[in-house]
């Protein structure tokens, strides 16, 4: 059966994970099936120089995402797709929602370790030897495709996540990027002003570079507080302007 959404996502993108639990919010809410599909921002960005576009501890974070990706792409074929959407909700909660999250470590890569997997799987009930998928780097021409997918309906300059709505023929975008979990009846009436968009055939963009940290754990914004504004240029937090 075709999904109602496709949900693009880079299991180490702050704000994928966060537009992914308002997406949660709604589906607990309305009848709406979605499919959770991979797009690796480290794959995005393979053309780029890190050392001079990004911050220091996103070469290490991108990789550790492609990483967990090549995870994911495992336990779909072994488990189906429904258990991806388990796998990157579990894997969220522990990299941006746990209490010893952290979006800057002495080594982002860890996430992209047995270390930190093997106790993810365990809470799933899946066995631990699907962490071998973490160094297979044949996975990469599948997620590649995704990524490629992705790019396809959206265009090049874009970042995490991706939404195509009513696929195969519905609009796709970027976004919606949100720093604040809405409540539950904000939810909603986000997701019927953001379906309105998508569902117009000549709606193209709404952008703004200024963006709130998130707020998650791993940013130390607690809930309630609003995070500090940050310039994103071209979706992140780079040197090179």
């Known amino acids: 059966m075709v999904a109602d959404i496709h949900f693009y996502f880079d299991p180490v993108c702050p704000f994928a994970w966060m537009t992914s639990k308002w997406v949660r919010q709604v589906q607990a809410q309305r009848d709406y099936d979605v499919e ?33 990706l090549r995870l994911a792409s495992r336990v779909r074929e072994e488990h189906g797709r429904a258990a991806v959407g388990a796998l990157y909700e579990t894997l969220g909660r522990q990299i941006f929602d746990s209490a010893d999250s952290a979006i800057t ?104 570079s200024m963006r709130e940290q998130p707020q998650l754990r791993s940013f130390g914004v607690a809930d309630g507080e609003v995070g500090k504004q940050e310039d994103w240029h071209g979706g992140s937090r780079r040197l090179k302007k």
């Open 36 to 68: 959770w599909r991979f797009i690796s921002l480290r794959l995005l960005n393979s053309h780029l120089d890190y050392d001079t576009h990004f911050p220091p501890e996103y070469d290490a974070s991108h990789t550790g995402g492609l990483r967990l």
């Open 105 to 208: 470590t002495d080594d982002p890569a860890v996430r992209g370790t047995a270390a930190f997997v093997e106790p993810v799987l365990d809470q799933l009930g899946l066995d631990r030897r699907l962490a071998e998928a973490l160094d297979d780097t044949a996975r990469d021409a599948e997620i590649q495709a995704e990524t490629d997918e992705a790019l396809s309906l959206t265009g090049k300059d874009v970042g995490t996540p991706i939404l195509h709505f009513e696929p195969p023929a519905g609009v796709a975008f970027f976004g919606p990027v949100i720093s604040r979990l809405p409540s539950d009846d904000e939810a909603a009436e986000l997701w019927d002003h953001v379906i309105a968009l998508a569902r117009f055939p000549g709606f193209s963009e709404l952008k703004r």
